[in-house]
């Protein structure tokens, strides 16, 4: 009986393919941190403002602007760790390098824990330091409506302005201590309090109908004639239109009073309501 060799044997190619890593992005807003020289009252003035409004960076993202510190760094700055040893007299003058490390540290130990660098040299940070970021950029604050236009050769009659629609926000419960609210387009009304450690930012004005203990701000999106109204003022920050008050700069007479806020020029005006 002859065996045949003929048969032919089918292979199958198995390919593994690797999922996929979806990656999103994000937009925060963050706070800035940019010191100066002398650091230590630079610290001195952070850590009264600490004290003062204890909540003011928790769970906020800080950058750390350095640029103040690159700034013709002279030898001899006490504030400075390289100022440890003279230069010899030979040696030419040049430009400390701002110790980056030492601050963040400090900056911890404060409960300030920085998730990036701005303005830095590439040099100036090591591994286990946080990443150089660029781009930044302040948030954008919209002209009024009444601002001046630019001189044109043949300047158009001006058009009546479309009227806005009425895009209010309203919040039936208390606002607790870490939340936080961004409504760009209308007014915010809260019918309770606004704990410690909340915060509100409205493109028009705030209303809360209990006590005010966190961070209020109106008019973020360039409109200085929006307002802030509570029945019981304890804030630990109120700004209008890029302007802005801490706890420690309000007038101590105001508190625990119903009290309206509101831009007048270049200046936060507060007054009660009684």
């Known amino acids: 009986m002859a065996i045949s ?39 001195s003035h952070l850590d009264a403002l600490v004290q003062r409004s204890p909540t003011l960076f928790s769970e906020r993202a800080v950058i750390l602007d350095v640029s103040g510190l690159a700034k013709d760094s002279p030898r001899g700055d006490p504030t400075r ?11 030419p003058e040049t430009a400390a390098t701002p110790d980056i490390a030492g601050l963040v540290d400090e900056l911890k130990q404060r409960g300030i824990r920085i998730m990036g660098v701005e303005k830095a040299e590439p040099a100036w940070l090591g591994p286990a330091l946080p990443p150089l970021l660029s781009g930044g950029r302040p948030a954008e604050m919209a002209a009024p409506a009444d601002a001046p236009a630019e001189a044109a050769p043949k300047p158009e009659a001006p058009k009546a302005p479309e009227p806005r629609k009425p895009n209010s926000l309203v919040l039936e419960t208390p606002l607790r201590s870490g939340q936080s609210v961004y409504h760009p387009e209308g007014d915010v009304t809260v019918m309770g309090s606004v704990a410690s450690g909340a915060e509100i930012l409205a493109g028009g004005s705030i209303h809360v109908y209990g006590a005010l ?15 802030i109204c509570c029945r019981k003022f304890e804030p630990e920050l109120i700004g209008i239109d890029g302007l802005f008050r801490t706890a420690d700069t309000t007038d101590p ?16 005006r507060m007054a009660a309501l009684d």
């Open 213 to 227: 203990r966190g961070r209020a701000i109106a008019g973020a999106g360039g409109n200085p004639r929006a307002r």
């Open 5 to 43: 060799n003929n048969s032919s044997t089918a292979v199958t190619s198995i390919s593994l393919t690797r999922p996929s890593l979806p990656l999103r992005g994000r937009s925060f807003r963050a706070l800035v941190l940019a010191p100066e020289t002398p650091l230590g009252d630079w610290f």
């Open 253 to 268: 007479k105001l508190r625990k009073k119903a009290v309206q806020v509101w831009l007048e020029g270049e200046t936060l």
């Open 81 to 91: 760790p390289e100022a440890a040893e003279p230069a010899e007299a030979d040696e």
